[in-house]
């Protein structure tokens, strides 16, 4: 794109104008001065060869300045423009009509070199200028001094303005040609960014999704297995259609849970319950799926609770029941909800799941069960819940130990709710 807007060599159209009309003016010059030195007697096997080198010189010079690969420095410049004067010279010596020529000369050394240089190289073809016709043998008067000197003058002033004009010119057009570039690699970026902001939007959406599917989902379709396992082995047909009543209430459950996921809604116990009522509802579908004897003690203090927050521990208690009803072997489990300050004075709440199962070795990284041979396979529970605890500054430890039963210490910050939630029936 920035080639194709910039000029190959950073000039701009009036520029190119300038240097064409100088390259019309070099030949038209050389062709009326090489006329009228053949119409005053110039002899044309001199004048002719002579003014043909001049022309081939030129054009020479006009190719290497705009091949892109003659490497042209300023040395070759000032060399071409000496030879240029050298020929020249040589036709002033041939005739002195051949002196007109000088006028595209001054143009070129007020281009071509430093102002210094420009007015020495000027002077001497001024010098040549005047003297000449007196070399062949003609009369000078003050018009022929003066006329020469303000020529020599006024195009080394234009020469000037001109190179002032080329430099600017190509600025310009380098300028140009870097913004545009900037505005392609911006562009670039800002599409790159998009792209990772759409596959963070993927991940984050697919991280969401596999928390949810195992913090209920999973925990409904493990429930529903080992409700199915125990009907099997029921031979009591009230009992077996008590089983079966479970498990037709679980799949609801799991039903409007998967709802839920998909829609990325609150958890259903809490859309017509308050966190602790939920946390007891949570509990007593323990008790009546497994026997598990389970006890819920919430602070009366509990300070209002964003849904955010509520929704991270329901899962969290979700989750740490989940493992105490596959892994534990548990006889009782209690959950506490207390509000404690930190070390640093900010309000944190703690939720505790506390069983007096099996237990396990707490170095390691996954409970038993959790692994590869466990129900929910992979040890992705604990990991999805320490995830889920710092995206809002919390923190998860597990305090076990062989035999003598599990510890879950869930702590999260209490935010300050602009908008308290109102109490749900």
């Known amino acids: 794109m920035a080639a194709d807007l910039a000029t190959r060599d950073g000039l701009t159209d009036t520029v190119r104008a300038l240097q064409v009309g100088q ?9 009326v001065c090489t006329t009228r030195a053949l119409t005053e007697g110039a002899t044309p096997f001199a004048q002719l060869p002579a003014a043909l080198a001049l022309m081939l010189w ?38 002195a009509e051949n002196v007109w020529i000088a006028f595209s000369l001054w143009l070129l050394a007020g281009h071509l070199l430093p102002l210094g240089p420009a007015l020495a190289v000027s002077g001497a073809i001024l010098a040549v200028v005047l003297t000449a016709p007196l070399a ?39 300028m140009l040609a870097r913004l545009l570039r900037a505005q392609e690699e911006t562009a670039t970026l800002t599409e790159e960014l998009a792209r990772s902001q759409r596959d963070a939007g993927v991940l984050a959406e697919r991280t969401r999704l596999s928390r949810d599917i195992h913090d209920t989902l999973a925990q409904g379709f493990s429930a529903i297995l080992m ?20 498990i037709e209430t679980t799949a609801a459950e799991n039903l409007d849970e998967a709802r839920r ?8 116990p809490l859309e017509s319950a308050s966190f602790p009522a939920a946390l007891g509802r949570i509990l007593q579908r323990l008790t009546e799926q497994t026997g598990i004897e389970a006890t819920l003690d919430v602070d009366p203090d509990l300070p209002p609770l964003t849904t955010g927050t509520e929704v991270v521990l329901l899962r969290a208690a979700q989750s740490a029941l989940a493992n105490v009803r596959a892994h534990s072997q548990a006889a009782t ?7 404690v300050p930190d070390p640093g004075g900010q ?13 396990f070795d707490a170095s390691r990284s996954v409970p038993p069960g959790e692994g590869e041979d466990g129900p929910l396979r992979g040890g992705y529970g604990l990991l999805a819940m320490s995830a889920r605890l710092r995206e809002i500054g ?17 702590a999260v910050p209490i935010p300050a709710p602009s908008n308290p939630p109102q109490e749900r029936s």
């Open 394 to 410: 919390g923190s998860l430890e597990v305090e076990s130990a062989p035999g003598e039963g599990t510890a879950v210490c869930v």
């Open 333 to 339: 489990v209690r959950v506490t909800v207390t509000a």
């Open 227 to 246: 409700l199915s396992r125990a009907g099997a082995a029921e031979q009591d047909l009230e009992a077996r259609t008590s089983l079966l009543r479970q």
């Open 347 to 359: 309000q944190m709440l703690r939720l505790d799941v506390v069983d007096d199962g099996r237990g």
């Open 136 to 174: 062949h043998g003609r009369e000078t008067s003050y018009a022929a001094l003066i006329g020469p000197t303000l020529g020599a003058l006024v195009a080394l002033g234009v020469a000037r303005a001109q190179a002032r004009l080329v430099r600017e010119s190509r600025a310009r057009q380098e």
């Open 23 to 31: 390259h019309l003016l070099f030949a038209a010059l050389l062709l």
């Open 58 to 95: 030129y054009v020479l010079g006009v190719r290497l300045a705009r091949s892109r690969t003659s490497g042209r420095t300023r040395g070759t410049a000032v060399a071409w423009l000496l030879g240029l004067v050298l020929l020249w010279c040589l036709l002033a010596v041939i005739s």
């Open 261 to 268: 996921v998909v829609g990325a809604l609150a958890p259903g």
